[in-house]
Structure formats: C-alpha cells, structure tokens
C-alpha cells in the first residue's frame, strides 16, 4: 500500500473516531486541523506495513483500545493512539519476522503461512477460513496470497458437487 493511501485511511479513520469527542477548547478551528494533521503522520508512522485488510483490522482495534481506555469527552491524546498502535502491533509483528532468524519455526500457523506466502502445497485444514483469518489478523499473510489457493479450493468444491451428482 502506498504511503499517501496510508495516510488518506488513517486521516478518515481518525476524524470518524474524534467526531464523537470534543476537541481540546485552547485549539480554534485552524488548529484543531493542523493537529490532526499532525496525529495522523504520527498514527501512520507507527503502524506496520500490512496490506489493506489487515491495515484496517488494526485501525479498528486501535480504535476499541482508545475507546476503552479514554476516560473523558474530550480528543484523546496522541500518546494514547501510540499506545493503542503499539499494543496492537504486537500481532503483527510475526509478518515482519517471516524469513528471519527471529521466527518461532516450531509455531505451526507461522511454518504453514510461510508456505502460502511461497504458493506451496498447504493441508487443507490451514485453509479454512478461521485459520485464514487468523494467519491475516497477525500479517502473516495478505489476500493476494490467499488468492491462489481459494480458486483451488473452489474448483474442489464444484468437483465434489459434479461427484455427487
């Protein structure tokens, strides 16, 4: 994804959340934009790169972290966004690690979706959509890689319904 549509999912994604705060009373209207310019290239700093599914799957949980943790009406600070990024960061740092010395290769889910990221054969039971999910919250996979494999699976599916017939 590139940086500027980043940033344009960050800045909708902010101003939907802060619509339901007020904004801090010392800032005017100018001011108030230009902070919010400013937390959305600190947002988009912190977060990894994933693709857009994961991207949006992590902006929401930041999103549910903020809101749990806010404790008045008024714009959350910057440091709690960071906080909500980097907690839920942590899931998905597996996908930064795939190919390193830093992988737990005894992890099942990590070995298997390093195969899918490769277009190798897989058990099917990794295929399945709640692993697939799994495997896309934690950035250990993208949809592009899950692409091959869903046209298998769909062709084994109308197979088996011919065999039925």
């Known amino acids: 994804m590139r940086y500027e549509q980043r940033k344009q999912m960050v800045s909708a994604w902010l101003f ?3 619509k339901r705060y007020e904004p801090p009373s010392h800032l005017d209207e100018n001011a108030a934009r230009e902070e919010m310019v400013l937390m959305v290239e600190d947002i988009n700093s912190e977060l990894p790169n994933l ?3 994961a991207f949006k799957e992590h902006l929401e949980k930041v999103a549910r972290y ?3 943790s806010q404790v008045s009406r008024k714009w959350p600070s910057i440091a709690m966004f960071m906080k909500g990024v980097r907690e839920n960061s942590k899931n998905f740092k597996l996908k930064e690690q795939i190919g390193s010395d830093n992988v737990d290769w005894s992890n099942p889910l990590v070995i298997n979706a390093k195969r899918i990221r ?3 054969a897989v058990c099917q039971t990794y295929l399945s959509v709640s692993r697939l999910k799994e495997m896309l919250n934690k950035g250990l996979i993208t949809s592009d890689n899950i692409k ?3 046209l298998s699976l769909d062709n084994q599916v109308k197979i088996k319904e011919y065999n039925d017939v």
């Open 16 to 18: 939907n959340l802060l």
């Open 51 to 53: 693709d857009d599914h």
């Open 66 to 68: 903020v809101r749990k």
């Open 118 to 120: 490769n277009g190798e």
């Open 148 to 150: 091959p494999y869903k």
